[in-house]
T-cell receptor, first 110, second 111 residues
Framework: DAGITQSPRHKVTETGTPVTLRCHQTENHRYMYWYRQDPGHGLRLIHYSYGVKDTDKGEVSDGYSVSRSKTEDFLLTLESATSSQTSVYFC?????????FGSGTRLTVV | DQQVKQNSPSLSVQEGRISILNCDYTNSMFDYFLWYKKYPAEGPTFLISISSIKDKNEDGRFTVFLNKSAKHLSLHIVPSQPGDSAVYFCAASVNTDKLIFGTGTRLQVFP
């Protein structure tokens, strides 16, 4: 295992509440990514980071924010959860020749 | 706008036969392509990749073919095994930047 963990693994939350997902890596990688997986859409990039405090938006960033205060941690925050954000969220590390993914967080917004 | 497309959502193949998974892309700037495999309740895992300077790359039972003029790549699995049953994603990038993924193809290998 590449040393990337996501927490929590499962979460159910109510519409309108803030939610934070955590990605923790022990590989000292500069690059970290957040994707969401939805049927019919595959994996879509939400936000990514090229280093501490260096983040940028992906293709589906609306409603999400991220923070990276330490190399090992990349946090994804849903400011005010909506039902359309029900999904499986994957964190990934890596760069030049492919990524290593975490096991995912299944988020349900009710 | 889907830059990487997998038009077959599912594929069913008999054990021992060849599985062919297809992927099309629209961005001619893509220069690196990968295939990932995903089992339920797990993250995707890297399978095989190919650079745009090549048209074929092999790794054991897995071969990826790239046709740049057609903007098409395919993954061949020979022989297919029941353990290959999973969802397969193709992905592409420009200058090894962020990966853009396709929608996935669910492969089922039956006895």
């Amino acid at each position: 295992d590449a040393g990337i963990t996501q927490s929590p693994r499962h979460k159910v939350t109510e519409t309108g509440t803030p939610v934070t997902l955590r990605c923790h890596q022990t590989e000292n990688h500069r690059y970290m990514y957040w994707y969401r997986q939805d049927p019919g859409h595959g994996l879509r990039l939400i936000h990514y980071s090229y280093g501490v405090k260096d983040t940028d938006k992906g293709e589906v960033s609306d409603g999400y924010s991220v923070s990276r205060s330490k190399t090992e941690d990349f946090l994804l925050t849903l400011e005010s959860a909506t039902s359309s954000q029900t999904s499986v969220y994957f964190c990934a590390i890596g760069g030049d020749y492919g990524y290593t993914f975490g096991s995912g967080t299944r988020l349900t917004v009710v | 706008d889907q830059q990487v497309k997998q038009n077959s959502p599912s594929l069913s193949v008999q054990e021992g036969r060849i599985s062919i998974l297809n992927c099309d892309y629209t961005n001619s700037m893509f220069d690196y392509f990968l295939w990932y495999k995903k089992y339920p309740a797990e993250g995707p895992t890297f399978l095989i990749s190919i650079s745009s300077i090549k048209d074929k790359n092999e790794d054991g039972r897995f071969t990826v073919f790239l046709n740049k003029s057609a903007k098409h790549l395919s993954l061949h699995i020979v022989p297919s095994q029941p353990g290959d049953s999973a969802v397969y994603f193709c992905a592409a990038s420009v200058n090894t930047d962020k990966l853009i993924f396709g929608t996935g193809t669910r492969l089922q290998v039956f006895p």
